[in-house]
């Protein structure tokens, strides 16, 4: 086991800056009252979330009233994709997503399509972006909702969100975007995206777990997922996790603040991941798009070799990474994002995603660059299909 300790698993979840965790301790401590009791215990925490709610807003462009505190990223996609749906049922009932979306939201269009929804999935191109001419074609007269992910977690692809977005708005539908792995991360602006729904969530801008948010355009409609209580305008029921939600304002607020320099610094870091990898390793295949992606992610497939075998080759050298969506990594079978873009299951089994986040250094990198070469070529030599590849490779 290595000393050295890399964190490049940034796409599962973010540590929580110091900032964040200093504005939430008093609400676990001190100001424990609930937001919704009229006393003096109240006061502290209904402020707080109103103030993080502003914070929140600022982050995105959204106004105050326009955001709804929820758990996670998938309660968020799950409340957008059925609530505005069934709001939406009397206009129609074909909904309109990726094949790549997160399967918060895949999963929650089998759920509609058991309650008489029908679902349309639009392909994606080799690099995981969907072509507009493909949203046009797909659209019907009763067409009530399209989601499409504004980045992917998988590939760090980045989808033409406003041009999508003019296309379903000219046709009167209402449009949900999954932003949880590009909120804080790239800027944002709802009201320039032209979105009715945008799903964010703090831990992928190093907020707590436990706090997420529905950007909701005011006009929109939208049935709650939970009944109970008044908490958020009544769209959202039960006794709101003050702490984390005190958190996810801060870390909002620390996003916002010089993203554009953090993005540059993430980029010229990243590149240098890739060009190093891609040069020192033959048969490695850059997945997403070359440019058009988050800032901090480069992802690949590995060919002759499984994924989860390199993840536990570099946590051996004390390198953290992914293969495939945190959500996904454990089921052990190809990632329904790769195969989408046209891999065949035996390169989509080798992959693997380095999400960097703001602490890596350009010594992080070289690390990494140096002990993944040496990782993939132990493992091809236990590989038979490697085995078999230079024997066809010799034999011509």
């Not at 309650?115 to 507009?132: H, K």
């Not at 659209?139 to 989808?159: F, P, R, Y």
């Not at 959500?327 to 989509?348: D, F, N, Q, R, Y």
Request: net charge neutral.
């Amino acid at each position: 086991m290595s000393d050295r300790k890399i964190y490049f698993d940034n796409t599962a979840t973010t540590p929580v800056l110091a900032k964040v965790l200093d504005a939430m301790l008093p609400f676990l401590k001190q100001a424990y009252g609930n937001p919704q009791s009229m006393h003096d215990w109240g006061d502290g925490p209904r402020e707080g979330v109103e103030q993080a709610r502003a914070k929140v807003a600022g982050l995105i462009g959204a106004n105050n009233n326009e955001i709804i505190f929820t758990s996670n990223g998938t309660e968020s996609n799950n409340m957008a994709v059925k609530g505005l749906a069934m709001a939406q049922q009397a206009k129609g009932k074909h909904i309109v997503v990726s094949a790549i979306e997160h399967f918060s939201v895949l999963h929650s269009t089998k759920t509609l399509q058991k309650l008489g929804f029908e679902v349309t999935e639009i392909p994606i191109d080799s690099y995981g972006q969907v072509s507009l001419d493909d949203i046009k074609k797909v659209l019907k007269d009763d067409t009530i909702l399209v989601s499409i992910m504004l980045a992917n977690n998988e590939i760090g692809t980045i989808q033409p969100i406003k041009e999508i977005a003019a296309i379903v708005k000219e046709a009167g539908i209402v449009f949900h975007t999954d932003a949880v792995a590009a909120a804080g991360n790239i800027p944002i602006d709802v009201t320039e995206l032209g979105v009715n729904a945008m799903s964010i969530a703090a831990n992928q801008f190093y907020g707590p777990k436990g706090a997420a948010a529905l950007y909701l355009k005011k006009g929109t409609r939208i049935i709650p997922l939970l009944d109970g209580g008044i908490q958020e305008s009544g769209k959202r029921a039960g006794t709101e996790n003050v702490p984390a939600i005190v958190g996810m304002g801060v870390a909002a607020d620390v996003a916002k603040a010089g993203m554009e320099t953090r993005a540059k610094q993430l980029t010229s870091i990243r590149d240098r991941l890739i060009k190093g990898l891609t040069t020192k390793i033959d048969n490695i295949i850059l997945t997403g798009h070359p440019s058009s992606r988050l800032p901090g992610h480069a992802s690949f497939c590995v060919e002759f070799i499984e994924g989860e075998s390199l993840l536990m080759l570099l946590s051996s050298q004390g390198i953290a990474a992914s293969s495939g969506s945190a959500c996904t990594s454990k089921a052990l079978k190809a990632s329904h994002v790769l195969t989408a873009m046209g891999l065949p299951p035996e390169i989509a089994a080798g992959s693997i995603v380095f999400s960097i986040g703001t602490s890596a250094s350009e010594e992080d990198i070289e690390y990494v660059i140096g002990a993944l070469p040496s990782i993939v070529d132990r493992l091809r030599q236990m590989s038979p299909l490697y085995a078999k590849y230079l024997k066809d490779l010799g034999g011509k």
